[in-house]
């Protein structure tokens, strides 16, 4: 029978990185941006088996998605399966936005979505980079979303919001800093906004958001992807100063920082 190894024969790069995955394993992990657009449990039960206790699926109008309906529906049978390990932030469509209950219909769907289980709303880069209502780009603060941002604060949820992107988006592909935005844009050319240069601009995205959060101080909002501010640690420090009961997610950008 051969002998075992003894940690001496064992490569250094080996043991650090079997020192890393134990480490890994062992601490209690929250990932608060997944997107569960599936019935199927497997990614879910391997977070479970590597010691995520708690996971936030949020649901977005994304155009090659499945319906909102349907990322709902899939978030509701896991949850039933797996309990509270799995929250769930729901969303809206601006299908119909020009209809006169609009506003009412999209309340009535974001109240039951709250009796449901939901922790908050997102709002999603259709707001500012697609959707289009009499020949202008309806940004995140436009006035008709407010009673939607109201009714958040009362209820005190959290407004999660992907308003515009990296600041990448705007560059070349050739100049882009991070091989994820580089990927993104390129399989995706309809958001590379370096190729829309008549679409609002980075800076106008950013001051939408702001002028937003000016009209509705007390609402709890997370800026998801570090708020698009990712270029910048200092000026998301102190975009965060300035703004004490705001927060920002770490998903999809952290490797620009």
Same mark, same amino acid.
């Given at each position: ?63 090659? !998605?499945?319906?909102? *309906?349907?990322?709902?529906? $899939? ?8 309990? @509270? ?16 209950? !609009? ?7 974001? /109240? ?11 709002? &999603? /880069? ?6 289009? #209502?009499? *020949? /202008? ?18 209820? *005190? ?5 992907? %308003? ?19 990927? $993104? ?6 958001? #590379? ?14 001051? @939408?958001?702001?002028?937003?959060? @000016? ?6 909002? %997370? ?15 102190? &975009? ?14 952290? *490797?620009?920082?």
């Amino acid at each position: 029978m051969a002998a075992s190894a003894s940690p001496d024969d064992v490569p250094r790069a080996v043991r650090e990185e079997e020192d890393s995955m134990a480490k890994y394993l062992r601490m209690a992990k929250i990932d608060m941006h997944i997107h569960a657009n599936t019935p199927d449990p497997t990614f879910l039960e391997q977070a479970q088996e590597d010691n995520f206790v708690r996971l936030m699926s949020m649901n977005a109008p994304v155009p090659f !998605w499945k319906s909102i *309906g349907a990322q709902w529906d $899939y978030v509701a049978d896991l949850r039933a399966r797996h309990g @509270a390990a799995l929250g769930v932030v729901s969303t809206f469509s601006v299908e119909g936005w020009s209809e006169p209950n !609009w506003v009412d219909r999209t309340l009535e769907h974001l /109240k039951a979505t709250f009796r449901a289980g939901a922790l908050g709303v997102k709002i &999603w /880069k259709n707001l500012g980079m697609e959707f289009i #209502h009499e *020949g /202008k780009f309806v940004m995140p603060d436009d006035p008709k979303l407010d009673p939607i941002y109201d009714y958040v604060e009362r209820e *005190g949820k959290t407004l999660v919001a992907h %308003c515009g992107e990296p600041r990448n988006c705007w560059l070349p592909l050739c100049e882009m800093t991070t091989n994820n935005d580089r990927d $993104y844009f390129r399989d995706h050319p309809e958001y #590379h906004m370096h190729l829309h240069p008549d679409y609002p601009a980075y800076e106008e995205q950013i001051a @939408a958001r702001d002028r937003m959060l @000016a009209k509705h101080p007390g609402l709890r909002f %997370c800026g998801a992807h570090l708020a698009s501010l990712e270029w910048s640690t200092d000026i998301l420090g102190k &975009w965060l100063g300035d703004h004490p009961h705001l927060c920002v997610d770490l998903s999809d950008p952290a *490797g620009a920082v």
